[in-house]
């Protein structure tokens, strides 16, 4: 059973920094790229970043390039994202998303984590 699992959500200051967590089991996570989207009250989910199978490559939206930092570590099945710097205008559902594109594309979503910036 495939799992996606976030967490480390939760209430900050702007100016604050959060990391969250995705716990993956059920399939094989060295062989599957991994992102981070992000889903504002009344807006459309957005790629926040991505980061290859074996780590060796990142891509981040532009408002989040400097502040944010996408890792993963493939011995814990664990993939990262560390937030600095943050906006109220970061508040959303942060969203774990597993991608592997053979003759099949799979694709996996955890259930979210709450994101709060806020005094």
């Known amino acids: 059973q495939v799992q996606l699992v976030e967490s480390g959500g939760g209430l900050v200051q702007p100016g604050g920094s959060l990391r969250l967590s995705c716990a993956a089991s059920?399939?094989?996570?060295?062989?599957?790229?991994m992102s981070w989207y992000r889903q504002a009250p009344g807006k459309e989910r957005e790629l926040v970043a991505t980061?290859?199978?074996?780590?060796?490559?990142?891509n981040y939206a532009d408002s989040m390039k400097g502040r944010f930092l996408i890792s993963r570590d493939n011995a814990k099945n664990t993939v990262y994202l560390q937030m600095n710097s943050l906006k109220p205008e970061d508040t959303a559902v942060y969203y774990c998303?597993?991608?592997?594109?053979?003759?099949?594309?799979?694709?996996?979503w955890g259930q979210g984590t709450q994101v709060t910036v806020s005094s």
């Open positions: 998303n597993a991608k592997r594109a053979t003759v099949i594309i799979y694709d996996y």
């Open positions: 059920g399939f094989t996570f060295s062989r599957y790229a």
């Open positions: 980061i290859t199978s074996a780590g060796g490559s990142t």
